[in-house]
């Protein structure tokens, strides 16, 4: 008789150890890496208009390997978040429209026709299906 | 056993189109012609405006969320 509540208490137990592991994981998660916001403060990176990140001219195997990486992170997200709403591809185009007008002066960004352009005081171009 | 079944299923199709006034053809009562162009199954796969409108809040949320990849 015993048994199961003792298996719920378990149970419970480590739902809260997950659930710590968890917020632990979001917090630790929440800077961004110094070398990513140092290749995109110089420009060596920038925003796509498919909402992906882009390696802006000739840069090091280093950046490159880090383009991949955030690249395959933000797939995984455009897929959970586009799951019932869109599809991947839309979800990316739409982050994409609010990550360029997001850029910060000096930023590169892709403009519609496929150029990457520095972002300056004004606003950025867009495409013009952004809301 | 089994050719006495196709033979006779045979003969129930044409009689039917005979019955409907067509006239088998040699070797076979069904032709079908293989059309010469592709067929084309146009999916959409282009981006929807009033989709991507209806996504913007909800792509800034993300974007806040998860400020290590944007």
């Known amino acids: ?3 199961p509540i003792r298996k719920s208490v378990a149970a419970l137990g480590l739902a809260g150890a997950v659930l ?15 070398s990513y916001a140092a290749a995109k403060a110089a420009g060596q ?20 390997a880090m383009v991949k990486d955030i690249n395959n992170k933000r ?5 959970e978040k586009a799951a019932g709403k869109s599809t991947i591809e839309e979800y990316a185009f739409a982050t994409a429209c609010r990550l360029i007008l997001e850029t910060k002066p000096g930023e590169k960004y892709q403009a519609p ?5 520095t972002r300056g005081a004004g606003a950025p171009e867009r495409d013009p299906r952004c809301p | ?32 012609a293989a059309p010469d162009k592709p067929i084309v199954i146009e999916l959409n796969i ?24 944007f």
């Not at chain 1, 630790?28 to 110094?34: E, I, L, T, Y």
């Not at chain 2, 009689?15 to 006239?23: I, N, Q, R, S």
């Open chain 1, 75 to 79: 797939r995984a997200v455009y897929t």
């Open chain 1, 20 to 34: 710590v592991l968890g917020i632990g994981g979001v917090a630790a998660a929440q800077s961004r890496d110094p």
């Open chain 1, 45 to 64: 990176v920038g925003e796509q208009t498919d909402g992906y990140l882009g390696v802006v001219g000739g840069q090091s195997p280093d950046v490159r």
């Open chain 2, 1 to 32: 056993m089994q050719q006495e079944m196709f033979r006779s299923g045979w003969r129930t199709v044409c009689a039917a189109m005979l019955v409907l006034g067509t006239v088998p053809a040699l070797g076979g009562c069904i032709n079908v």
């Open chain 2, 46 to 69: 282009n981006i929807r405006q009033e989709v991507i409108y209806r996504l913007a809040a909800d792509a800034a949320n993300t974007i806040e969320e998860n400020p290590e990849i």
């Open chain 1, 113 to 117: 026709d496929g150029t990457w352009k």
């Open chain 1, 1 to 3: 008789m015993a048994t």
